[in-house]
């Protein structure tokens, strides 16, 4: 039976607009599968955004207390948003989704991308692919503390040294305003910088999100697959015509609500002393974009 009046976890943002996380991949079904979960174990999950406008941290630190709230779920943290939140942590159980904010060093739950890349080059190595790159936005690459790079360099080792082809990473190094503010560029690859990459190291099947690619690869005229094999690493066309990873987003937002009331039954409270990451698996799919040769 549902509680007449569930206590509530806060789900907490740090965005640069209320929702404008909610326009992004992956963010909306962490909230997604976090309510979800939370309904289920008799809980209400409540959103919070720590810049509005107005509130400050120590404001909303004393709403929260002050209103019974002592879950917190930190999630869907811009990149440029700081690197510190200051709240009364030994009054509660936390759980982080993704790697912002570093501090403080709370439990977290994420995709597990350095073991998806690596998932990836594996099943595109056994249909019969050699010259394998990954094209990937610099931004996205950070905010995952470069586990898509470490992935595909670790697996890369497999494979002969002249077969080695350096990953893409867009844009380029400086400015870095670039690629560290979240939506203050497009996050398709640059036509010309990818073209020469192509000319140069002549990939068999490119690794990426196909929407990063797929505006440059039609401009450039080129046909997926005769020209080129594609993986997408965030797969969402489940009909067969793209091959790739499907990133279980929705599970990362469940397991995190999981955790944390067991945290708080447990009467859990306070920065770890040893914080924890808990990594979420992707699930293959093949698709024509990437046939077997």
Same mark, same amino acid.
């Given at each position: 039976m549902p509680r007449r009046n569930p206590p509530t976890i806060a789900y907490v943002t740090n965005w640069n607009t209320r929702l404008g996380w909610k326009t992004v991949t992956a963010h909306p079904q962490f909230y997604a599968g976090a309510e979800a979960a939370a309904r289920s174990l008799g809980y209400n999950l409540e959103h919070f955004w720590?810049?509005?406008p107005g509130l400050t941290q120590e404001e909303l630190n004393r709403t929260l207390l002050s209103s019974g709230v002592n879950g917190l779920i930190i999630a869907s943290h811009g990149r440029e948003m700081g690197d510190a939140l200051q709240f009364d942590w030994e009054k509660y159980a936390a759980i982080k989704i993704d790697y912002f904010p570093h501090k403080p060093g709370l439990h977290n739950v994420t995709n597990d991308q350095c073991e998806i890349v690596r998932l990836a080059v594996r099943r595109v190595i056994s249909a019969g692919y050699r010259r394998i790159g990954l094209v990937m936005h610099r931004g996205w690459d950070h905010a995952v503390d470069n586990t898509w790079s470490v992935g595909f360099l670790c697996e890369q080792e497999t494979l002969p040294a002249n077969e080695h082809i350096p990953a893409h990473l867009f844009p380029s190094l400086h400015p870095i305003e /670039?690629? &560290?503010?979240?939506?203050?560029?497009a996050v398709e690859v640059e036509v010309e910088s990818f073209s020469r990459w192509l000319e140069k190291y002549k990939p068999e099947v490119i690794l990426s999100k196909a929407s990063f690619v797929m505006p440059?690869?039609?401009?450039?005229?080129?046909?997926?697959?005769?020209? /080129?094999? &594609?993986?997408?690493?965030f797969l969402e066309d489940l009909s067969g015509e793209q091959a790739g990873v499907r990133q279980n987003h929705n599970a990362v937002g469940a397991i995190a609500v999981e955790l944390l009331t067991t945290q708080l039954q447990y009467g859990k409270f306070g920065v770890p002393k040893i914080p924890t990451t808990t990594f979420v698996e992707g699930t293959w799919f093949d698709g024509s974009s990437c046939p077997h040769r």
């Open positions: 720590l810049r509005e /670039l690629w &560290l503010d979240e939506g203050k560029s440059a690869i039609e401009k450039l005229g080129l046909r997926i697959p005769r020209d /080129l094999a &594609l993986a997408d690493l």
